[in-house]
């Protein structure tokens, strides 16, 4: 059974950062694309930050303060979020593709955590 724990959330003022993890198990973590979306009140889930062996994709609004990592021997992946923006509020979810990029689409992703909340303070 495929699983996916988010960890990390909270408060935190703006401009300050956070760390979210995610642990995987019941699938070959290394094999897949692994990525992090988000979705605010009233808003549709939207593409973070994702990462596979080819390479990683960002969103642009999260260029140059969200980075991403992973661990395979750990079967984790990693978002260290930087100046954080009242904006950036939302849950974030963490979720698993097959597919051997980076893909940016909700559809792309076969498996999903059950999200962590992040609140960003102005």
């Known amino acids: 059974q495929v699983q996916l724990v988010e960890s990390g959330g909270g408060l935190v003022p703006a401009g300050g950062s956070l760390s979210l993890s995610c642990a995987a198990s019941?699938?070959?973590?290394?094999?897949?694309?692994m990525g992090w979306f988000r979705q605010a009140p009233g808003k549709e889930r939207e593409f973070v930050i994702a990462?596979?062996?080819?390479?990683?994709n960002y969103a642009d609004s999260v260029k140059g303060r969200f980075t991403i990592s992973r661990d395979n021997a750990k079967n984790t992946v990693y978002l260290q979020m930087n100046s954080l923006k009242p904006e950036d509020t939302a849950v974030y979810y963490c979720?698993?593709?097959?597919?051997?990029?980076?893909?940016?689409?909700?559809?792309?992703?076969?498996?999903w955590g059950q999200g962590t909340q992040v609140t960003v303070s102005s």
């Open positions: 979720a698993a593709s097959r597919r051997s990029v980076a893909p940016m689409a909700v559809g792309a992703y076969e498996y």
């Open positions: 019941g699938y070959i973590f290394s094999s897949y694309a």
């Open positions: 990462v596979s062996w080819s390479g990683t």
